[in-house]
């Protein structure tokens, strides 16, 4: 490891924790495309997955557009059924694409866009209603693109071996479900940094739409992570990730709402940041905001981000 001369220390210990749906896997895979060049090895695999996402995209519709109280005529009503009912297979039979196609060119969306532009859907939802002509092609072959932006919830441990500017990483992720979070500590077996991920558009949610306050689940998770005394010696690097979601839901977004001293989106995410961030040691702790479903900025910044965590790790071994 390291470059000529260093002492081999073995790879650097890594627990990639955060909630569930935060980008633990979107980070993974951009530390594996580093290494490989590549975010997975068989893209054809991923066919299911992102058809998956396309369903459930419009199964959640139904339901939005109940809560909604927006009519649904005896055609839409029936693609709804047919799509609720639909085992999924990977190739679609003809009736799904009909009724996919039927909601599609419905107005549904529209409806309910008018009444809220942020609608509680499955992540990124427009880029599969966007999409959902090719996804449903017979010959369809997934691009990494869409295999960033599918959700499929991780199960279990999922373990990589990266190496990321001549320092070797042993990645492990755990699911960010509260079933698995309160199995997580079991799994702490003497690491040397910990990557905590950050839904940034999450965090907002809340202050935008329901409560109105800057509470939040991923602050009480990371708060019993920084008190566990197995990482009282870790370094952290925080991840605030989803910009771009961020940036579209805050778009016109008066900040004075969240509290009076915001003004901005940037004095916002500031504000967030800072909640992390004062709670970790200084010179202990990186930060950064990204979308790491854009290769160009996560690469650049995860490749300077582990240069520098790697220096430092041939340094100090183990990072302490
Ligand atoms: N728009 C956008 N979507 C993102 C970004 N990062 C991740 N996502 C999406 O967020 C969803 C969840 O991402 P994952 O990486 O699977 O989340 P996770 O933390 O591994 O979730 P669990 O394994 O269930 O705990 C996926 O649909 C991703 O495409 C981002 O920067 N921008
Ligand atoms: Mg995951």
Redesign the pocket.
């Known amino acids: 490891m390291g470059s000529a001369g260093s002492v081999d220390r073995g790879p650097i210990r890594t627990l990639v924790l ?10 993974m895979r951009q530390m594996v495309k580093n290494h490989t060049k590549q975010v997975c090895l068989r893209r054809e695999y991923y066919v299911y997955c992102v058809q998956l ?1 396309l369903l459930n995209v419009y199964r959640e519709l139904k339901n939005v557009c109940t809560s909604m109280e927006i009519a649904i005529n005896e055609e839409q009503s029936k693609a709804f059924d047919t799509i609720d009912e639909y085992r999924h297979k990977e190739k679609f039979p003809q009736k799904v694409i009909d009724s996919i196609v039927v909601l599609r060119n419905s107005q549904l969306f529209d409806l309910c866009r008018m009444r809220q532009r942020i609608l509680p859907l ?3 939802y427009n880029f599969f209603i966007q999409r959902a002509d090719e996804f449903m092609q017979q010959d369809y072959s997934p691009s990494e693109n869409d295999i ?7 199960c279990g441990l999922y373990m990589e071996e990266v190496t990321c500017q001549g320092y070797k990483f042993e990645l492990l ?1 755990m ?3 509260h079933l698995w979070r309160a199995k997580w500590a079991q799994h702490f077996d003497d690491p040397a940094l910990v990557v905590f ?1 950050i ?1 940034l558009s999450e965090l907002c949610d809340p202050a935008f739409y329901n409560q109105g306050h800057l509470e939040n689940k991923t602050v009480s998770v990371f708060n019993s992570l920084v008190n566990n005394p197995v990482l009282a010696n870790v370094h952290w690097l925080l991840i605030f ?5 961020f940036n579209d839901h805050s778009a016109g977004f008066d900040f004075k709402r969240l509290a009076n001293h915001l003004d901005t989106g940037d004095s916002a995410r500031s504000f967030y940041r800072s909640q992390f961030t004062t709670k970790l040691p200084r010179g202990k702790c990186f930060a950064h905001m ?5 290769f160009k900025d996560s690469q650049t910044i995860l490749t300077d981000m582990f240069k520098r965590i790697g220096k430092m790790h041939r340094e100090r071994p183990n990072l302490t």
Not at 241 to 245: A, F, I, L, P, Q
Not at 290 to 294: M, T
């Open positions: 955060g909630c569930m749906g935060a980008g633990k896997t979107s980070f996402n499955p992540q990124n960033m932006m599918s959700y499929s919830q991780t992720e699911p960010g479900h991920v839904d990730n989803k910009t771009d979601t990204v979308s790491l479903v854009n």
